[in-house]
């Protein structure tokens, strides 16, 4: 009889730092500002000897950059894949698999960025609060939770119905407010997830730009980003009946009748002049 194969060791070393990171981070947002006082330096991570003390900033900025990746990444590419499908009216049978497996890529990176922007908030309670006053941050804040919504609405609502059958046009048989949702919410993701971005890269918006302000350049954006996806989706549509129709008249026309190829074709003589010999002319 077959024995299972015993599970593989876990490595302490891995789970001790994993345990101390969370350690750290919960002691600096419990300590605040008089917990930065007391540590007199920024929180570092201790590394075996030659390596030198690593900030836990850096590590949480590589885990940020990790998940932009992952999430910035795969939804460009759900995009594009989007907008192939929506011009040329289906993708291989294989691209559905693709497209849930890039999907839950992107829900790593936005995973990966609560992550670490817990992280970095906590690290800024501890050693400059004074950043927690930044609009720009809770502006960041603000654009990643609707992220998170958007994607959960799009995986419980959208991608179901839409992904049932990738060989027939795009949208095809979806009802008008599952399409209203798909296209709106496709919308949000595509301008929520590089304004995102912009906010992490622009330094030059730190304190000098209003929350109000780095908000309602968002919704201007989302909503222009709706009209402009609504617009394109009925144009596809309008030359993709016109395109049916077209194809139906082709069927339905009646075929052309070969032209001759024998002697008389060679010779040039009009088919008004030949003769066609039967047996009852023979006779």
Known sequence: MHRPDPPAPRNPSARRVLVHAALLLGTCLAAGPAGA?????????????????????????????????????GATMLDFWILRWMRW?????????????????????IGLLWLSGLGFLAIYAAESPDKLQNPKLWAKVTVVVVLTLNGLLIHAMVLPGVLRD?????????????????????????VSWYTAFALGLMRELNGTVAFGLLIGLWLVGMVAASLAAYLFWLHLREWSL?????????AGAPQARPPETGRAARAGIPESRIVRLTASNRA
Not at 38 to 63: H, I, N, S
Not at 89 to 109: N, T, Y
């Open 242 to 250: 016109r395109r049916r129709e077209a194809l139906r008249a082709t």
């Open 166 to 190: 990738v060989s027939r046009p795009m949208l095809d048989g979806v009802s008008g407010s599952r399409t209203g949702i798909f296209l709106v919410s496709g919308a949000v993701s595509g």
């Open 89 to 109: 009216g289906s993708l291989p049978d294989e691209i559905a698999r693709i497209f849930l497996f890039v999907s839950k890529v992107v829900s790593v990176g």
């Open 37 to 73: 006082a007391a540590l007199g330096e920024p929180l570092t991570l201790t590394l075996p000897a030659p390596l030198p003390p690593v900030r836990v900033l850096t590590l949480l900025v590589g885990l940020h950059l990790i998940g932009v990746c992952f999430g910035l990444g």
